[in-house]
């Protein structure tokens, strides 16, 4: 399944040794075979797997055990899940301990078969694995690390997929509707914003250089909105070539033909001649990425012109009837034309974050060149690079929140439209799972976020950001346990706001409830647990007390105006001075977060070790914020990629946890903070249960300690909060 192809002669040594192990002539096959791995680079390359297991299987024969299992133990380390698998169950037939691991299933099984399906070890022989494997294969490990232990197998249901279905109800498209006008209007006023942020700054420069005498020049005061519109628009038509740029330029992008799509499944094949003729198009171009990261999206200004692009990664770790539920995901997209708006804002998007990419790879080079004569130039250089790139991810972030909305709005759409489509709920289900699962690994593999997952994070069909709990307890608790907090916390939107994409949990359910609709065997039990409607009042203090100022700014100025139409004119300037809202409110916001301090960050109390406990207990809220200690080793991208701290994960025995970090300084001190990226740490601070879990690091403990300033910043905003409040009062 490997997209990198190798010389003639190599792949001739290779069928060589497979076919002298067919032939039971062993000493050749291992000769053969040992030759062609001594000069393969890649242990995961899927040639070098099939050698591999060859080599194993002719040196078993020929009663060289101790040596196969010294490979088997060698395959342990691979990312590839059926070779893993395949190794440990020739490793127990070796030997008389009984590991209880479950087994592949033969070769001739079906593709659609590829995942585990039981847990009862094989009687049958081994056999010579087939030229053309189904074993998903990843890119080479950077380190020689064993994964970390699991408690227990998961083991898929495969549950069945509908026969014959009644289409489901198409939904009210009015509320998918709004949220593109939203979007539309999102992203004109973050332009317009930041175009009059820029008009205010050249101001104020404008005043310094007159204050010095410098000559100044005026600024242009007005914002140019009609050309903003143009820019939108032409952003809008322009993103599938833009993309297109992008893609191949930094990610790779190869076309992908309809009949290479049929060799990995020919499903998938028959679905996208199916839509194309239901939707008198063509059949959109196909690309794929050659990355193991599993993700795929579809861009485009129209339908006959949108392109769906996966990655090989994606394509190794589904069965057949997954990558159809996926592509027929992406098809759904092309029905409704949200994916048009969807790709204006990924073109906006691209442009900060090519822009973060590039400055931050820059800044790295330039502090790697030796120069005595000019030292000092290139470290000025390099600083100055290196704040572009934070300033540009700072757009990047900002502009990611205008498509928030019609993303998360626009999957539920898609989920029941692909139902439709495929008859599979059940196929979706299993590939949404496995994509967060193979997302977290991969974190894991490469120590870090891939770039493609987080720029391209709102057209995917499932965001990075949940992965890390799917990841944490997929294969320790059952779904009905794993997804108990988001089921009793569906109805909050405030942990949503921040989202690209719906809770995984609330999801998977929704889909399994298609399935009791067709009236098949759902893929997951996911327990319906009560909506969490005990809110603490402290939850929403800040707001709280920004609308309770305003509502007394209200009741003074009514007082006033009442006296002033009786005739009484003492409080005149009450009834005219509508700062008196502003200021009121500012009061409560603060007085709200100085309330709320305590409780946000408590001092007392056991820390907690258990991570597990803390992703599976309903009832935790975002107010609360129980202290945590944790364990394992920090991961996250290095140098000028993570100079802003946006990428610090940890990851434990337990799985990965996300980390915020804010220095003493803010964000500005942040830029000179060094995170011990790599090293094993001792991560000290306050869990936040939200649809992301993340860590608010108290300190980060390695070789040295690392403290964090969230406990002085939410402090200094909420007096400073109070302190404009109480000036504009006076």
């Known amino acids: 399944m490997s997209s990198f192809p190798e010389s003639a002669s190599r792949l001739e040594e290779l069928e060589a040794g497979l076919a002298a192990l067919q032939s039971e002539n062993y000493p050749s096959a291992i000769a053969q075979l040992s030759e062609f791995l001594a000069s393969e680079s890649n242990p995961d390359d899927p040639n070098a797997i099939k050698a591999r297991i060859g080599l194993i299987r ?11 299992i010294a490979l088997c133990q060698t395959l342990q380390q691979s990312r590839s899940e059926k070779a893993r698998t395949w190794a440990t169950q020739t490793i127990a037939k070796l030997t008389p301990v009984e590991t209880g691991f479950v087994p592949i299933e033969s070769s001739k099984t079906p593709r659609k078969r590829r995942v585990i399906e039981s847990s009862k070890p094989s009687s049958q022989a081994a056999q010579p694995i087939p030229e053309k494997t189904d074993l998903p294969i990843d890119p080479p490990q950077k380190t020689s690390e064993p994964a970390y232990p699991k408690s227990t197998q998961h083991t898929w249901k495969n549950a069945d997929r509908a026969q014959r279905w009644q289409p489901l109800r198409q939904m009210n498209p009015t509320h998918l509707q709004w949220a593109g006008l939203g ?8 332009l317009y914003g930041v175009w009059s942020a820029a008009i205010a700054l050249s101001w104020m420069w404008f005043d310094l250089r007159r204050l010095f005498r410098l ?19 032409l952003a809008f038509c322009l993103s599938p070539w833009l993309l297109d740029a992008i893609l ?6 190869q076309t992908f033909s309809t009949t290479a799509i049929a060799r990995h499944s020919a499903e998938t094949h028959r679905l996208l001649q199916r839509f194309s003729q239901q939707q008198k198009i063509s059949i959109p171009k196909l690309g794929i990425l050659p990355t193991q990261v599993p993700i795929s999206f579809t861009y485009g200004c129209h339908p006959k012109l949108a392109r769906i692009v996966v990655s090989q990664g994606l394509l190794d770790r589904l069965s057949e009837e997954e990558i159809a539920a996926i592509y027929g995901y992406e ?11 969807m790709s204006g804002v990924a073109v906006l998007l691209q442009i900060p974050y090519t822009l973060y990419q590039q400055c931050a790879i820059a800044s790295d080079f330039l502090k790697t060149i030796q120069s005595s004569k000019a030292a000092k130039f290139l470290k000025i250089l390099s600083a100055i690079v290196a704040i572009i790139s934070a300033i540009a991810y700072g757009f990047f972030s900002l502009f990611r929140y205008s498509g928030l909305w019609l993303s998360r709005t626009r999957v539920v759409y898609r989920d029941r439209q692909v139902c439709n489509l ?12 496995k994509i967060a699962i193979a997302t977290s690994e991969t974190i894991q593999h490469e120590k870090q976020t891939h770039d493609l997952i987080e720029s391209f994070e709102l057209l995917s069909p499932i965001s990075y950001r949940n992965s890390f709990t799917v990841g944490s307890l997929y294969d320790r608790v059952p779904a009905s346990t794993m997804f108990q907090w988001e089921q009793a916390n569906r109805n909050r939107l405030e942990i949503l706001l921040n989202q690209s994409h719906p809770l995984l949990g609330v999801r998977l359910k929704q889909i399994m409830d298609y399935c009791q609709e067709w009236r098949i065997n759902p893929e997951f039990e996911i327990e319906v647990v009560s909506a969490n409607r005990k809110r603490n009042l402290l939850e929403t203090a800040p707001l709280l007390g920004a609308i309770v100022g305003a509502t007394i700014a209200l009741l003074l100025w009514g007082v006033a105006y ?3 139409s009786r005739g009484i004119h003492q409080l005149n300037w009450l009834a005219s001075d509508y700062s008196l809202f502003r200021a009121f409110s500012l009061l409560g916001f603060g007085l709200g977060m100085a309330i709320q301090f305590n409780q946000c960050f408590p001092e007392s109390g056991t820390e907690q070790t258990d991570l597990i406990t803390l992703l599976t207990q309903p009832s935790l809220s975002q107010i609360d914020s129980p202290r945590i200690r944790l364990e394992g080793t920090l991961i996250g991208r290095t140098g000028g990629k993570n100079q802003l701290g946006q990428d610090l994960i940890l990851q434990t025995e337990s799985g990965l946890i996300q980390l915020n970090y804010c220095s003493q300084l803010g964000a500005i001190g942040n830029l000179f903070s060094r995170f011990p990226i790599g090293q094993p740490a001792i991560v000290t601070g ?45």
């Open 215 to 233: 000559s100044p020049i005026l600024p242009d005061g007005e914002v140019p909105a009609l050309s903003l519109v143009a820019t939108l628009a």
């Open 248 to 253: 191949k330029q930094f990610y790779r992008m």
């Open 422 to 433: 495929t008859g599979n709920p059940n196929g979706l289900a299993r590939a949404l799972m």
């Open 562 to 564: 009442i006296l002033y």
């Open 331 to 341: 098809l759904s997209h092309l029905a409704h034309w949200d994916f048009v708006l």
């Open 686 to 730: 306050w869990f936040r249960r939200g649809a992301t879990p993340t860590i608010d690091i108290d300190t980060i403990r390695t070789r040295s300690v690392l403290h964090s300033g969230h406990q002085t910043w939410a402090l200094l905003i909420a007096l400073t909060t109070i302190l404009l409040g109480l000036l504009q009062v006076l």
């Open 58 to 68: 002719a040196q078993i024969q020929i009663g060289q055990s101790e040596t196969a």
């Open 183 to 190: 979007t539309v209007a999102a992203l004109f006023l973050t």
